[in-house]
RNA sequence: CGGGGUGUAGCGCAGCCUGGUAGCGCACUUGACUGGGGGUCAAGUGGUCGUGAGUUCAAAUCUCGCCACCCCGACCA
């Protein structure tokens, strides 16, 4: 662990945002234990802490799938090279990053293998061995895995070359069904970011040049970092009958005429964990949102060694009655550190709460507690502390949702003229402006100022995505959409 | 692949110019003291100096080749 004597690092051990953003994410997710370089480069270790946050993750989002019908089932990670090149767009989109196995078992292999960068391919062929009739329909499914695409500039958590997801995919008898689903799980994922992991984001249709290799219609989430770029934070694909044609996914519908589903497919990475630490984090470390916190709440006994087992025993106790309460505690019980060294650790870590409990206290008893979020420690009455520590946590994670909401909000600007919109890009805005659709022009865009089109914000977003008719910004033809659309740079 | 940079203990670095057989801080181990915001003292563990060759009595240090990694750009959940 560096230590203040670092030529970039403050009191904390840690670069400050403000230094260096990439460094400070960086550090905090190694300092932090949440993940590990590991010897194949972009492929990353998650460590205990990173993962007990994945699993937290996984939790709250696989009830959601099955609470609205979904299935789990799985499928290999080998994927026959061939399977891929039937779909044209989507093999042009994923050719350049496959990882191919060509040898196995000792031998060169007679057709080398793909492992899967997302599964359409191998599920659409499965689908269609087990799709005859519309009474078959829907396929609601859905895999719990990882996936590997060779990324050229991997980033822990944001870009790796082997990431964890989940993937739904799901098969309708008819394109209205299909589009539901599609925004059925985009409003799921936009709650879950919001809810959850207390970042608001912008739900919205991405424009074409953005779109997933193969898909009709792509739409996000969009996340705003600490340092205003934006990171997409879950998509969800309306794939139309392009896999379905591609792999002859059909049925006999009522008027037992042969027809082609119509197919989603939808997905949340661990990219999100990258999101939640760039959201909420400060130059103390992570903060983790309390829904999700794989630790809500540390107890930091304060003793001597004269009084140690008695303190121990105290905050064990008292951790049981927190436990009781479905508060998620630990209790640091490590010897030979200094309270203030434990602070730190607790702090880097992102833990929510943190109670002192020392002999003053016990006798007293009250309990010291301190937020993550700052302010004066308080010093409570131990069973009012106890009672009110659900609540407090349901605060803090309200706290956080505003914190980062009104820094959002600060940070989205709107663009009629394009040294205006040059302007606000280059101060890391988030840009609302029109524009005329032409992929020509997002691209001569993307090259002069590194923005590119996040997504065109859904009716329900509020001013965001309110009816709007212009010029575009770039052009000044006719803006398309008919409303304005978000532009920023983004990871 | 293009541009830049770095490889010396787990991490961060010094030593290299002017060759003489490796050092500092943190971490780690042991003990004592300490203990309400990153403690103190003492004693320790840990390195074929990225790799191969060359020059030399002698190479971390000089010469040449190779490799790896990092940062910036194109790609992306």
Request: hydrophobic share 40%; aromatic share 10%.
């Amino acid at each position: 662990m560096s230590q203040p004597s670092d030529k970039k690092a403050n009191q904390y051990g840690v670069t400050p945002q403000s230094t260096d953003f990439n460094d400070w994410y960086n550090e905090i997710v190694l300092k932090a234990d949440l993940a590990d370089y590991s010897p194949v480069r972009g492929a990353m270790v998650v460590k205990p802490y990173g993962w007990a946050l994945w699993e937290n993750i996984q939790k709250i989002l696989d009830g959601q799938f099955k609470a609205t019908n979904h299935e789990a089932l799985a499928f290999p990670m080998f994927i026959p090279m061939s399977f891929l090149q039937k779909e044209a767009q989507h093999v042009e989109g994923f050719a350049p990053e496959l990882a191919v196995v060509t040898h196995a078992g000792g031998e060169l292999l007679e057709e080398p293998l793909v492992v899967r960068p997302t599964s359409e391919t191998i599920i659409g062929h499965c689908w269609a061995k087990w799709l005859k009739s519309y009474r078959d329909l829907p396929f609601l499914h859905y895999q719990w895995g990882s996936v590997v695409r060779w990324e050229l500039r991997p980033r822990l958590f944001l870009r790796t070359t082997e990431f964890y997801w989940h993937e739904g995919h799901t098969a309708h008898s008819s394109h209205t069904e299909a589009v539901e689903e599609t925004l059925r799980l985009l409003e799921i994922y936009r709650s879950f970011a919001r809810d959850y992991a207390a970042m608001p984001v912008i739900a919205g249709r991405k424009t074409d040049s953005e779109r997933f290799a193969g898909a009709v219609d792509t739409y996000s989430i969009e996340a705003m970092m600490g340092d205003g770029k934006a990171l997409q934070a879950g998509t969800s694909h309306y794939l139309g009958q392009n896999f379905a044609k591609a792999f002859e996914v059909k049925f006999q519908d009522e008027n037992q005429k042969e027809a082609f589903a119509h197919t989603t497919s939808w997905a949340i990475s661990t990219r999100i964990i990258g999101g939640i630490i760039m959201t909420h984090g400060d130059d103390k470390g992570l903060v983790m949102p309390p829904r999700l916190a794989p630790i809500q709440v540390v107890i930091v006994p304060i003793y001597r060694k004269e009084n140690q087992d008695q303190m121990l025993e105290a905050a064990r106790v008292l951790g049981t009655e927190l436990k009781a309460l479905g508060v998620r505690v630990k209790i640091d019980e490590r010897d030979g550190l200094t309270n203030g060294a434990k602070y730190n650790y607790w702090e880097l870590r992102g833990v929510p709460y943190r109670i002192e409990l020392g002999p003053r206290d016990l006798e007293a008893g009250n309990v010291v507690l301190a937020s993550r979020l700052g302010g004066e420690k308080e010093i409570l009455a131990r069973g009012e502390a106890i009672a009110g520590l659900p609540g407090k946590l349901e605060a803090f994670q309200n706290a956080l949702l505003e914190k980062a909401e009104t820094f959002r909000n600060s940070r989205i600007k709107t663009a009629d003229t394009w040294d205006e919109f040059v302007d606000l890009i280059e101060q890391g805005f988030f840009v609302r402006a029109f524009h005329c659709g032409e992929v020509e022009s997002e691209k001569k865009i993307k090259e002069l100022t590194k923005a590119t089109t996040r997504n065109i914000p859904m009716d329900s977003e509020g001013d965001l995505g309110a009816a709007e008719e212009g010029v575009c910004v770039h052009t000044g033809k006719p803006a398309a959409y008919g409303k304005r659309i978000i532009f920023a740079r983004a990871y």
